[in-house]
C-alpha cells in the first residue's frame, strides 16, 4: 500500500521558518519523482504546485516561492522535505507532499501525481 506521510506543519510568525517532512513508502523512492503542493483557504480551495524534485535531484519552483523554499530528498530515509524560510501571511495553506512514477521538466502538475499525503497545516501569523 502506498503511503505519505507529512509532518511539520505548525503556527509561526512572519519572517519565520518551517521545516516539512514527507515519509514515503509501498514506492521504489529511489526512482519516484516528488512535488510539494498547496490548498489556500477560500472557495475554490485549488491545488498548487509549489515544489519539485526529480529522480536525479533536478529541483524546480514555483516564483511564489522561488528563493524561499527548498525542496530536498533523502533517498536512504525515504523523505521528501520542503524548507521554508521568510514566511509570508499567503503562505498559509495545507501543504501536501506527492508522489509521481514519471514527470517532465519545471514544477509538477496534479495531474502527474498519483499517490498523496494527508496534507499538514501551515499558518503564518502576520
Known amino acids: 500500500q502506498v503511503q505519505l506521510t507529512e509532518s511539520g506543519g505548525d503556527s509561526v510568525q512572519v519572517g519565520g521558518s518551517l521545516k516539512l517532512s514527507c515519509v514515503v513508502s509501498?514506492?521504489?523512492?529511489?526512482?519516484?519523482?516528488l512535488g510539494w503542493f498547496r490548498q489556500f483557504p477560500g472557495v475554490e480551495r485549488e491545488l498548487g504546485a509549489i515544489a519539485g524534485i526529480s529522480d536525479i535531484g533536478t529541483t524546480s519552483y514555483a516564483d511564489s516561492v522561488k528563493g524561499r523554499f527548498t525542496i530536498s530528498r533523502d533517498n536512504a530515509e525515504s523523505t521528501v522535505y520542503l524548507q521554508m524560510s521568510s514566511l509570508k501571511p499567503e503562505d498559509t495553506a495545507v501543504y501536501f507532499c506527492?508522489?509521481?512514477?514519471?514527470?517532465?521538466?519545471?514544477?509538477?502538475?496534479?495531474?502527474?501525481?498519483?499517490?498523496w499525503g494527508q496534507g499538514t497545516q501551515v499558518t503564518v501569523s502576520s
Open positions: 509501498g514506492l521504489p523512492f529511489g526512482d519516484t519523482c
Open positions: 506527492a508522489a509521481a512514477t514519471l514527470c517532465g521538466g519545471g514544477v509538477p502538475s496534479p495531474a502527474e501525481m498519483v499517490a
